[in-house]
């Protein structure tokens, strides 16, 4: 069973950056693609980002294509997003999941692990 732990949320003023972590235990990270997703108040969780196993394909939600960047450490099991001119409507809880594929994948029903989940708040 793998456990997924995110860290580096916090509040920062619009055109700020944030770097998230997700500590991964538990499994063998390496066979895992990995996503990035958020949830806003009120709304549905979405798809941010993702990585591939290797962390050499990457994809990113339009809305934040350009701004924020996805990567892998294999051998520290973990998984970053680096978050940068950040926006107000950024503001939502952004949680890490692993799928057991090699390529992300932009569903969320398609991911079988999360993470509990970490607060970004970004004011204006």
């Known amino acids: 069973q793998v456990q997924l732990v995110e860290s580096g949320g916090g509040l920062v003023q619009a055109g700020g950056s944030l770097r998230l972590s997700c500590a991964a235990s538990g499994g063998t990270f390496s066979r895992y693609a990995m996503g990035w997703f958020r949830q806003a108040p009120g709304k549905e969780r979405e798809f941010v980002a993702g990585?591939?196993?290797?962390?050499?394909?990457?994809t990113y939600a339009d809305s934040v294509k350009g701004r924020f960047t996805i990567s892998r450490d294999n051998a520290k099991n973990t998984v970053y997003l680096q978050m940068n001119r950040l926006k107000p409507e950024d503001t939502a809880v952004y949680y890490c999941?692993?799928?057991?594929?090699?390529?992300?994948?932009?569903?969320?029903?398609?991911?079988?692990?999360w993470g509990q989940g970490t607060q970004v708040t970004v004011s204006s």
């Open positions: 990585v591939s196993w290797n962390g050499v394909s990457t």
């Open positions: 999941a692993g799928v057991r594929r090699s390529i992300p994948e932009a569903s969320l029903k398609a991911y079988d692990y």
